[in-house]
């Protein structure tokens, strides 16, 4: 059973535009939630992440939104750059700590058309 | 620059042929990860070690092991590779916080 479900397995948006990835979770236990960035060939790196007292977290070009009530949040990525195209990985934690999991969503692989 | 190391990048194994894969940190972190990750899915965590504690998930085979000797490195080893266990296999290091930075990952193949 998914914890933490991203929906859309791929999403093409033109340079410029703005780029909305999803991410719903089902355990309200989880109170700290991050996006992560790969590349092929490459680990994720780490992109942004939230806070379950905040609802937004601004970081350049990237915000992420979340909605606690709907168990749902999203990466906004405007402008959206060529750059931008790889997979995004929504993950989600019980707590701030290193000795608590994340669970990891499937991924959303974004492509960016120039 | 500070990084997370993994080697090899690749690896072929024979069913039933153990294997080990390496993971190496120069970031001091003291959490290390493992997660395996097949095409298309979300990485799962196998286990982790937070300084020498051995935490290990529930539903992960007793074919993986793990060893971690001192605070930078730390190994995978799969004692008889099945099919099913071909696979990306990431590492991973936290400093106590819940962010972790990810090596480029080993895709294992077995044959």
């Known amino acids: 059973d998914q914890q933490v479900k991203q929906n859309s397995p791929s999403l093409s948006v033109q340079e410029g535009r703005i780029s909305i990835l999803n991410c719903d979770y089902t355990?309200?236990?989880?109170?700290?939630f991050l996006w992560y960035k790969k590349y092929p060939a490459e680990g994720p790196t780490f992109l942004i992440s939230?806070?379950?007292?905040?609802d937004k977290n601004e970081d350049g070009r990237f915000t992420v939104f979340l909605n606690k009530s709907a168990k749902h949040l999203s990466l906004h990525i405007v402008p959206s750059q060529p750059g931008d195209s790889a997979v995004y990985f929504c993950?989600?934690?019980?707590?701030?700590?290193?000795?608590?999991?994340?669970?990891f969503g499937k991924g959303t692989r974004l492509s960016v058309i120039a | 620059d500070a990084m997370v190391i993994q080697n090899p990048r690749y690896q072929v194994t024979q069913f039933g042929k153990p294997v080990t894969l390496s993971c190496s940190q120069t970031?001091?972190?003291?959490?290390m990860y493992w997660y395996q990750q097949k095409s298309s899915q979300a990485p799962k965590l196998l286990f982790h070690?937070?300084?020498?504690?051995?935490?290990n998930e529930a539903d992960t085979p007793d074919n993986f092991q793990s060893r971690r000797p001192n605070t930078s490195f730390c190994f995978l080893d799969i004692r008889s590779p099945g099919l099913g266990d071909a696979a990306m296999y990431l590492c991973?290091?936290?400093?106590?916080?819940?962010?972790?930075?990810f090596g480029p990952g080993t895709r294992l193949t077995v044959t």
């Open positions: 991973a290091t936290s400093s106590g916080l819940t962010e972790q930075y």
């Open positions: 355990n309200s236990m989880f109170d700290y």
């Open positions: 939230i806070s379950s007292i905040k």
């Open positions: 993950a989600a934690s019980a707590q701030r700590s290193g000795n608590t999991p994340l669970v």
């Open positions: 970031l001091n972190h003291n959490v």
């Open positions: 070690y937070y300084d020498k504690d051995f935490n």
